[in-house]
């Protein structure tokens, strides 16, 4: 008897190698305090490693670890998004309290380690590597969310953070059970194949795993009403920790909500649709009505990103190319607005020493024009207004769902942009067109992390310039982000209609 190995394609795991080397090396820096100031360092290095061995992988359709695995366009292009967010929150997370507290190597190990699984949760062609590389990610952000020691809102949301986080897991492994029970199958393409073969596409065994599936992503991506931990989490985090999940989570679980429901499910497309449409409708409303009362900028955003998870929603709800790219396009613009949005935040919060409080706004687009303009310009870009990526994003959605027939969902977009203005504006206005408030005038003195010369780090400004200055570029210039998301949808051109 004879043993054959697998093949393993060591060129396509190259960047889940570069992950793997890089997190074990901030971990073994921790041993040594003369060299734990590099580990910042050593993640970016890491990071900038993955991002140029998956652009050399560019172009790659292939199955990886006996297609458990699968590198192509789609896991390309999400995994360079989400390395992309990784790095801006290394660089928001220098100086912060919640590094210190916890010690920088250990805090940016559990980053790293987050991010290695979001990579592989973009590659996940199989129901094992999907619930591995799921809470892979998962795990360590419970831990970053209540990183800050010192403030009880950071425990307190991490602990949220962990509680339902467990539930939407627990939820989604009892749904992939009923999926292998009715399909014999985990790869997805093995799975749309045991599912028409078996004639069990709607039986009801069936149904339940999918319902299941989709609620326990929808944990992950803050999709109402599985979004009641999303507030909480946004403002109680580290707000590093947040500017990175708030576009990273979504990155990494819709890259996988993509290719399982429209590889694996794919022939059940008929009966899953209208309940996603329905989860975004809900989400839509939700977020943006919920948005309105808030008085926490983080909190406000976080109900933001619920409405804008539902607009996102809709690219799966088509069941199109067109969609997928739509979708692709729209993630990277959000991950720009979100970057430059939390990135003012940080410097705002290092400066005054104040909560994220809506008020303490007041009047520093005179005061402090490195916070007030990138946080104007994502402001406008969330609310989707012109020349911004943001608008491009919504309109590429709009169109998406006009020519497949779901022109209420599109109508129902417009509502939500149209209630979104009624929070967005009211952050420009209280930037732009409000007096100072006398605690805006105040110097925070002997408060830990409070840091005068914020707005002067260039760790800081950097994502917040960049991130602006994307929202606006790709909202004038679309078309290399466009055909940048195209790549995406592409690889599962073979799968769609």
Known sequence: MTFDAPTVDYAGLSPIIALTAGLVLVVLVAVFDSIKRIAPALVLLTLATTAGLLIWQWGSNTGLLNDSLRID?????????IVTAAAGAVLLTIGDPSESQVGRP????????????????????????????LELFSIPLYALCGTNLRKRESLESGLKYLIIGSVGSATLLYGMALIYGASAATEFTAIASGLTEGGLIS??????????????????????????????????????VTAFMSAAT??????????????????MVADWDVILAVLATISILVGNVGA???TSLKRMLGYSGVAQAGYMLAGIVVATQQGVDALTFYLAAYLAMNMAAFAAIVIHERQTGFSDSIES????????????????????????????????????????????????LGVMIAIG?????????????TIWMSPASDASLQVP???????????????????AVLGSAAAIFFGIIPQPLVEFAQHAGNALAAYIS
Do not use: C
């Open 106 to 133: 250990d805090f940016l190990a559990l980053l790293l380690a987050s991010v290695l699984g979001m990579v592989l949760l973009t590659m996940a062609n199989n129901l094992i590597t999907f619930f591995i590389a």
């Open 203 to 240: 039986d009801s065994l069936t149904l339940v795993g999918v319902g299941m599936i989709a609620v326990g992503l929808a944990f992950k991506i803050s999709i109402a009403p599985f979004h009641q931990w999303t507030p909480d989490v946004y403002q109680g985090a580290p707000t590093p």
């Open 73 to 81: 366009g789609l896991a390309i292009v999400f995994s360079l998004l």
């Open 292 to 294: 309105i009362a808030q």
């Open 250 to 267: 979504k990155l990494a679980a819709f890259a996988v909500f993509i290719r399982f429901f429209l590889t694996a499910l794919e022939p």
């Open 445 to 463: 003195t002997g408060e830990p992390g409070v840091d005068l010369e914020a707005s002067r780090r260039w760790y800081l400004v950097l994502p």
């Open 417 to 429: 942009t149209m209630i979104s203005l009624v929070y967005y504006m009211r952050v420009v206005a």
């Open 361 to 408: 706004l007041r009047g520093i687009g005179r005061s402090n024009p490195v916070v007030a303009w990138p946080l104007t310009i994502a402001m406008l870009a969330l609310a989707g207004l012109p020349p911004t990526a943001g608008f491009i994003g919504k309109l590429y959605l709009f169109q998406a769902l006009v020519e497949a027939d779901w022109t209420w």
